[in-house]
C-alpha cells in the first residue's frame, strides 16, 4: 500500500508515528491516523528485512571464511604428506636401485659371472643376499613412517584430492535448524 508513495514521505509519516504513543495516535482523524501506521509498519518490515539480509550476509561471510581456512590447512596437511612420501619413495628407491645391486669390477663396469659353477653359486648367492638386504631395507624405509596399510592410505588420501581445489560441501557446514523458504515473496528494494 505505501510502496506508490516516495520514501521521503513514507520514513517522515514513519518517524511521525513512531513518536506518538497510542493516545496520541486517536486524536489523529481515521484515514491520517491509518496512513501514519501502515508507513510504520513498511518501515518497520524493510528495516527487519534489510537487518535479515545483513545478518545472512555476515553469516555466509563467516562460514566462507571458516572454509577457505579449513581448506588452507587441508592443502598444509596435503603437502606435507606429499613431501613424507617423496622422501620415503626417494629412500626406497636408493635401496633398490639395480645398478647398486649388480657385482662390479673395479673400474666400476659391471663384472661378469665367474667361470666355474662354485664360483657363480657363490656369486648368485651373494647377489641374492645384497637384494634381500635391499629389500628389507626398503621395507624398512616404508614402515618408518608406519605401516604398508597406511602408507596405502596415504596414497589414496593424496589420490582423491589431488588437482582438486574446489571446497567441497560438508553437511556438517550448516546448522540444520537454517531452513530455506524457497516459496517466499521477492523482497521489495530498499531505500539505503
Known amino acids: 500500500m505505501a510502496g506508490g508513495h516516495r520514501p521521503g ?8 508515528a513512531g513518536a ?9 482523524e481515521r484515514g491520517k491516523r491509518t496512513a501514519l501506521l ?12 534489510d537487518d535479515l539480509a ?5 553469516r555466509v561471510a563467516a562460514k566462507l571464511k571458516n572454509a577457505k581456512d579449513e581448506l588452507e590447512e587441508i592443502r598444509k ?16 628407491l636408493e635401496r633398490i636401485d639395480p645398478a647398486d645391486l ?8 659391471p663384472a661378469a659371472f665367474p667361470a666355474g659353477k662354485k664360483a657363480r653359486r657363490k656369486a ?3 647377489l641374492a643376499a645384497q637384494r634381500a638386504v635391499a629389500l628389507a631395507m626398503a621395507q624398512k624405509a616404508v614402515l618408518a613412517p608406519g605401516s604398508f596399510a597406511e602408507e596405502f592410505a596415504d596414497i589414496e588420501a593424496v589420490d582423491a584430492h589431488h588437482g582438486t581445489t574446489e571446497l567441497t560441501v560438508r553437511p556438517d557446514a550448516f546448522d540444520p535448524h537454517l531452513e530455506v523458504d524457497f516459496d517466499a ?3 521489495e528494494p530498499t531505500a539505503a
Open 38 to 49: 501502515v508507513c510504520l509498519v513498511h518501515t518497520a518490515r524493510r528495516r527487519a528485512r
Open 77 to 92: 596437511q596435503q603437502q606435507a604428506l606429499v613431501e613424507r612420501m617423496i622422501g620415503t619413495y626417494r629412500t626406497v
Open 102 to 109: 649388480v657385482p662390479r669390477g673395479p673400474d666400476g663396469a
Open 124 to 126: 648368485a648367492r651373494a
Open 185 to 187: 515473496e521477492e523482497p
Open 9 to 16: 514521505k513514507i520514513a517522515g509519516f514513519a518517524a511521525e
Open 20 to 28: 506518538l504513543d497510542a493516545a496520541e495516535l486517536r486524536d489523529y
Open 54 to 58: 545483513e545478518m545472512f550476509c555476515r
